[in-house]
């Protein structure tokens, strides 16, 4: 899980903050050498997630402090449950508090979201998936805390699923023109899948046999409708639903029948959680 892309990450965080001269709050009323105990507690009902990269930015601040994680990323933790205990040169936690809370944050924020979404369609054999909307940097971070609220994973990256959108369509000319040009390429080994927003599309769409098709930016009416065509057409092929999809609203797309829900919701619209860095000094 910590590879070296979360060192960066870390390290650039980390500089950040600190910039050339480090945390001069603590470097001048802290006294040297002082020793201390922290915990980070949850504020709220919320699902764990980002404890080993916050436990990677205490080693980066300070070797030697001794950062214990008390559940593991996925449990799930109600106000007042902790969730780590951190000993360790005072210094060296309060020059680490913010970018191990900003960390922890967010990442609990986007697996508590997923879990709200995973409940919202329980039941009516939908999946509700992530975007490559994230945030730079933290991606695979992101996409592992949607998997812990139990929802899926979509493509994670430009290169290893193809999804031919709008503008490829416009730049090809069509959705049989890109499709043949994407078979011409004879990638046997990832899926293909095509955006369409009309019936004509999705007809050509399942005549050229995408793996995956995107039913996209649809009303209701207009999804159930898509969804009915394709399925007399081809029954097992695999549908996905997105644009303008909500926690308000989800539960009512999933029941069109479709097999995927996307949405950006689970990360960029994910809020974070509440959580407590409390210091005891000594020991």
Same mark, same amino acid.
Not at 4 to 19: P, T
Not at 193 to 211: F, G, P
């Given at each position: 899980?910590? *590879? ?57 601040? *300070? ?67 992530d975007t490559r909307k994230t945030i730079p940097g933290l ?20 290169? *290893? ?123």
């Amino acid at each position: 899980m910590i *590879d070296q892309a979360s060192r960066e990450l870390v390290l650039k965080a980390l500089a950040e903050d600190l910039g050339s001269y480090g945390d001069i709050t603590s470097q001048w009323t802290v006294p040297p050498g002082l020793r201390g105990r922290a915990v980070i507690t949850a504020k709220e009902d919320l699902v764990v997630a980002g404890l080993p990269l916050a436990q990677l930015v205490m080693a980066a601040v *300070d070797t030697e402090a001794v950062f214990t994680c008390l559940l593991e990323d996925g449990a799930q933790a109600g106000p007042g449950t902790e969730l780590a205990r951190i000993e360790g040169l005072v210094r060296g936690i309060l020059s680490a508090e913010r970018t191990m809370l900003n960390f922890l944050m967010h990442l609990c924020g986007v697996a508590t979201q997923s879990r709200r979404f995973a409940h919202a369609v329980e039941g009516t054999g939908a999946t509700v998936v992530d975007t490559r909307k994230t945030i730079p940097g933290l991606r695979a971070w992101e996409k592992r805390a949607v998997a812990y609220g139990g929802c899926g994973n979509h493509r994670f990256g430009l290169f *290893d699923m193809v999804l031919v959108k709008n503008n490829h369509l416009e730049a090809a000319g069509g959705v049989r023109a890109a499709l043949d040009r994407v078979r011409a390429a004879k990638p046997h080994y990832v899926k293909v899948e095509v955006e369409v927003e009309s019936e004509a599309d999705l007809r050509e769409a399942l005549a050229c046999k995408a793996d995956v098709i995107m039913l996209d930016n649809q009303d209701l009416g207009s999804l159930r409708r898509l969804v009915q065509v394709a399925r007399e057409t081809q029954p097992e092929i695999m549908l996905e639903a997105s644009g303008g999809v909500k926690l308000t609203n989800v539960r009512s797309v999933a029941e069109t029948g479709v097999d995927l829900i996307s949405t950006s919701a689970l990360t960029l619209g994910a809020p974070p959680v509440d959580l407590d860095l409390t210091l005891t000094v000594g020991g």
